[in-house]
């Protein structure tokens, strides 16, 4: 069964502290793996993706994400965070190509809150 | 840079009236999805639609649920007759279908059943 579990829901890290946020996927097929950051009443904004190549990737906000297929991880790093980082984190998967019934499953989300 | 746009960003109804959520995909794409997020859950696969038909749904989306294009812009997701346990955020998503891009999600509508 396709599924993606975030261990871990809530976190507590110190300002300036270096994060990781764990995710492990199942999938059947070449996953399309994704992390999303989502604010208080707020949407989804894309952090990362990662489909194929290094497998250290790079996002927005100082995020990368290593990808792992012995371990089926993906999981998301930050080597100092910031208040602003306080937020929903979603770690999310689907199939390549991108279309038609391809929907993206979602782990339950780790929460962050950041100690001043 | 092009992206989704959802209304209203808030909606109120009372049981059993029926609600219309309004998306504005990104233009040039094909392939459509609502997901819902009830609060404090994780965002849960509604439905995908391509050319005019559902793709795939889930068991979420029942006989109270409907999608439609009726345009060349809108995307809606109507639920009939509406239960306390639809309050929820709704998402809305589109994607080219291109073979690496991603699907991008709107704002969401927030919908408070009472």
């Known amino acids: 069964a396709q599924s993606v579990t975030q261990p871990d829901i809530h976190i507590t890290v110190s300002e300036g502290a270096s994060l990781e946020l764990r995710c492990n996927y199942s999938?059947?097929?070449?996953?399309?793996l994704f992390w999303y950051v989502q604010s208080p009443g707020q949407g989804l904004q894309l952090l990362l993706k990662?489909?194929?190549?290094?497998?250290l990737v790079q996002g927005i906000k100082g995020f990368e994400a290593e990808f792992k297929r012995s371990q089926s991880s993906f999981n998301l790093r930050k080597p100092s965070v910031h208040w602003s980082d306080a937020a929903e984190y979603f770690c999310a998967v689907g199939a390549l190509p991108m279309n038609r019934d391809d929907k993206i499953i979602f782990g339950k989300g780790t929460r962050l809150h950041i100690l001043p | 840079e092009p992206e989704v746009t959802q209304t209203p960003s808030h909606q109120v109804t009372q049981m059993g009236q029926e609600v219309i959520l309004r998306c504005v995909p990104i233009s040039n794409h094909l392939y459509f999805y609502w997901y819902r997020q009830i609060l404090g859950q994780k965002v849960e696969f509604l439905v995908s639609?391509?050319?005019?038909?559902?793709?795939?749904k889930s068991e979420i989306f029942d006989d109270q649920f409907s999608v439609e294009r009726p345009d060349g812009s809108n995307f809606t997701l109507k639920i009939r007759s509406t239960k306390l346990e639809d309050s929820a955020m709704y998402f809305c998503?589109?994607?080219?279908?291109?073979?690496?891009?991603?699907?991008?999600f709107g704002p969401g509508t927030r919908l408070t059943v009472l």
């Open positions: 990662y489909f194929s190549g290094d497998t």
């Open positions: 999938y059947g097929a070449t996953p399309y």
């Open positions: 639609f391509y050319n005019n038909e559902i793709s795939e």
């Open positions: 998503a589109s994607t080219s279908g291109n073979y690496t891009d991603t699907q991008y």
